[in-house]
């Protein structure tokens, strides 16, 4: 193994040891994750955060410690947008925190993927797990555009698609901030021509892309250009209210979130020298 390769290894490890996570007599949290476990699985995404996608990070300081729900953009047909997020967290927070993704509901039903997403520490996303997983002090992201928004079509990068209710709820009911995240560079990594919505419901799918490599070259047409990421963290966002709160009162406050993403969106394009630099 290069030694580059093996130093990353050894980063991941000493830093998911920091995590402030309580670990039960085997080495387990209270919803499966087993840090050793997380951190080999992890060593590909940090390759890929390092020298693929060679991630630059702003703000990442004004992450409040315990519960919190980064609220992000999402694009780019494959999360990758979501590794990157989990890496950066891992790499640059100081403590290290481990991100918790909120999973497809069929993920469960894929042979090895339950126990390798459990293991790294994501579960399914029922609004029960999310609650859980805030109260005992974790860190959640949450993509409220879903797969609207990562297989929009290139035409529409960069352009907020609309955003469900249920993370702004959540964090209503476990009393926990919200920190808006813009995510630049995933909007062009792997540009969208069209997304077949109704071959995608055929094949149980959410969506069907179609973009310059996919389907013509197979699964290897889903791989992303080695465009520039840079992640902006905003300033943690406190909201008031009851989780019960009629529509119009919680799409107030989810409009809030939204437009502090699009804020760091602009800002972050307008800085930055290119998309592949």
Not at 8 to 25: F, G, S, V
């Amino acid at each position: 193994m290069p030694s580059a390769v093996r130093d990353l290894q050894t980063e991941i490890a000493d830093r998911i040891q920091k995590i402030p996570t309580t670990l039960n007599e085997f080495g387990y949290d209270a919803f499966g994750l087993h840090p050793e476990t997380a951190s080999k699985q992890m060593l590909t995404s940090a390759l890929a955060y390092q020298y693929y996608f060679r991630v630059e990070t702003y703000g990442i300081e004004k992450i409040p410690t315990g519960g919190v729900l980064l609220i992000a953009n999402h694009a780019g047909q494959l999360p990758f947008d979501g590794m990157m997020l989990v890496i950066s967290m891992l790499l640059e927070a100081e403590p290290p925190r481990l991100v918790r993704g909120m999973g497809e509901y069929f993920i469960p039903q894929l042979p090895f993927m339950s126990w390798a997403a459990e293991r790294g520490g994501n579960l399914v996303g029922t609004p029960e797990n999310c609650t859980a997983l805030l109260e005992a002090g974790e860190c959640v992201m949450v993509f409220p555009e879903g797969a609207r928004g990562m297989n929009k079509t290139f035409d529409r990068r960069y352009q907020l698609q609309r955003f469900g209710q249920g993370f702004l709820r959540l964090a209503l009911e476990a009393g926990t901030p919200i920190v808006p995240v813009g995510i630049v560079g995933s909007e062009e990594q792997n540009p969208g021509l069209a997304n077949l919505e109704s071959l995608g419901k055929y094949l149980g799918l959410p969506a069907f892309p179609i973009t310059a490599t996919f389907p013509l070259l197979g699964p290897l047409g889903m791989l992303p250009l080695p465009v520039k990421y840079r992640i902006h963290f905003g300033e943690p966002l406190h909201f008031d209210g009851k989780s019960t709160d009629e529509d119009e009162v919680i799409q107030r406050k989810v409009d809030r979130v939204r437009a502090a993403i699009d804020e760091l969106l602009a800002d972050g394009r307008e800085q930055r020298e290119g998309v592949f630099r």
